[in-house]
């Protein structure tokens, strides 16, 4: 039993250390991708105002270059509001329904408990226990 539970555990670790390895690679790949980004972003942007330069002057280049990212902003706004919204109407549908399946269930153990009171104990307790693990479950 002992030698199973030191070749569970060494393989654990070596799970645990390949996954933590292959986080620190990704994490390191992912930053230097947003490096490019960034670098290729702002190359993007200096290649408009020299463009736009050329037609309306730098002043105005400029401020056109201003108005777009800032209406490029409200867009990320809006898209946000609608999804924090989304979200908040189905938390809402989910407490909904947790309500409803508790109401249910507590209807359900009344007509029992008249019924047959020591079964309804153990009833009770049997759906305080699945309503306790179907809840832990919800990230709201």
Do not use: C
């Not at 609608?82 to 908040?88: C, D, P, Q, T, V």
């Not at 009344?110 to 990230?139: E, Y």
């Amino acid at each position: 039993m002992g030698a199973l539970v030191g070749l569970l555990s060494g393989v654990a670790a070596t799970n645990f250390t390949l996954v933590l390895a292959r986080l620190k690679r990704n994490a390191v790949l992912w930053a230097v991708i947003g490096l490019f980004l960034v670098t290729t972003y702002v190359l993007l942007v200096t290649a408009a105002a020299i463009a736009l330069s050329e037609t309306y002057g730098p002043l105005y280049a400029t401020l056109i270059l201003a108005g777009v990212s800032f209406a490029l902003v409200l867009v990320v706004l809006v898209i946000m509001a609608l999804i924090s919204g989304r979200e908040k109407r189905m938390a809402l549908e989910r407490r909904r329904q947790s309500q409803l399946q508790s109401n249910v269930a507590m209807a359900g153990a009344m007509a029992l408990f008249q019924k047959r009171p020591l079964a309804a104990a153990a009833a009770a307790v049997v759906i305080g226990g699945l309503l306790g693990l179907t809840r832990g479950r919800n990230h709201d």
